[in-house]
């Protein structure tokens, strides 16, 4: 079985997964962290619209 790593401070997860209860973290620590990336916008998710947008302002500079 291949190891599971804590997303933000990629130490090895201990345990069998039913032991994690902070998955995919390792602590209540990375939550917040990853809790505190997301609502300070620091991850953010692509829009269809936002491509669609950038792709006419690219034709228009041409």
């Known amino acids: 079985m291949?190891?599971?790593?804590?997303?933000?401070c990629e130490k090895p997860m201990p345990g069998p997964p039913s032991e994690w209860p902070d998955?995919?973290?390792?602590?209540?620590?990375?939550r917040k962290i990853d809790l505190g990336r997301w609502?300070?916008?620091?991850?953010?998710?692509a829009s269809k619209q936002?491509?669609?947008q950038?792709?006419?302002e690219?034709?228009?500079?041409d």
């Open 2 to 8: 291949a190891k599971q790593i804590c997303e933000i």
């Open 58 to 61: 690219d034709l228009e500079e």
């Open 39 to 45: 609502l300070g916008e620091k991850y953010k998710i």
């Open 50 to 52: 936002n491509e669609d």
């Open 23 to 30: 998955f995919p973290f390792c602590s209540p620590r990375c």
């Open 54 to 56: 950038s792709s006419d």
